[in-house]
Antibody
Framework: ELQLVQSGAEVKKPGESLKISCKGS????????IGWVRQMPGKGLEWMGI????????KYSPSFQGQVTISADRSISTAYLQWSSLEASDTAMYYC????????????WGQGTTVTVSS | EIVMTQSPATLSVSPGESATLSCRAS??????LAWYLQKPGQSPRLLIY???TRATGIPARFSGSGSGTEFTLTISSLQSEDFAIYYC????????FGGGTKVEIK
């Protein structure tokens, strides 16, 4: 069974860059889509984008297109979410989630990475 | 973008009673609908997919129904661990979550 482990909490200043990670283990990662979900403090869940590990095909939610970059390194079974210039409004919990290719319901979740952006 | 609307926003239920949560899509999503549970401080957990299929390890007291634009999640005989926030999510056209329903102890 696939397991996802995310990188630790981050505290950054506005304008700084950041790359957080989501490492998979226990299953063939290449047959999975990995998605990123944002949860702002006290709010609901929002899809940011997804990447297919088999060929790195990436799709973004319109709200996040151009705001973040999703990538993956198949050699180490790790997906990434990165920002080039953080804003205070990026303060949130970020979850990665996994779905087997052909399905788009997400049955594996990482533990979440808290990102705090404050001057 | 397909908009998912959940109701009610908050549902107060006594332990042992049943709860019915609703999810409406702004256009048909056929049966491409999943339900998730999120407890405070935890990651979401998949409960239901394909509108009515329970995910691995999910107790039979959770049941999903519906198709097209109207969906329901029913939790029979609520247990203490069921008090949480529930989200529906369509995956027919891209991915969108509903705003969530908080099930709280009455």
């Amino acid at each position: 069974e696939l397991q996802l482990v995310q990188s630790g909490a981050e505290v950054k200043k506005p304008g700084e860059s950041l790359k957080i990670s989501c490492k998979g283990s226990g299953y063939s990662f290449t047959t999975y889509w990995i998605g990123w979900v944002r949860q702002m403090p006290g709010k609901g869940l929002e899809w940011m984008g997804i990447i297919y590990f088999g060929d790195s095909n990436t799709k973004y939610s319109p709200s996040f297109q151009g705001q973040v970059t999703i990538s993956a390194d198949r050699s180490i079974s790790t997906a990434y979410l990165q920002w080039s210039s953080l804003e205070a409004s990026d303060t949130a919990m970020y979850y990665c989630a996994g779905a087997r290719n052909g399905n788009y319901f997400w049955d594996v979740w990482g533990q979440g990475t808290t990102v705090t952006v404050s001057s | 973008e397909i908009v998912m609307t959940q109701s009610p926003a908050t549902l107060s239920v006594s332990p042992g009673e049943s709860a019915t949560l609703s999810c409406r899509a702004s256009q048909s999503v056929r049966r491409d609908l999943a339900w998730y549970l999120q407890k405070p401080g935890q990651s979401p957990r998949l409960l239901i997919y394909g509108a009515s299929t329970r995910a691995t390890g999910i107790p039979a007291r959770f049941s999903g129904s519906g198709s097209g634009t109207e969906f329901t999640l029913t939790i029979s005989s609520l247990q203490s661990e069921d008090f949480a926030i529930y989200y529906c999510q369509q995956y027919h056209s891209w991915l969108t979550f509903g705003g969530g329903t908080k099930v709280e102890i009455k």
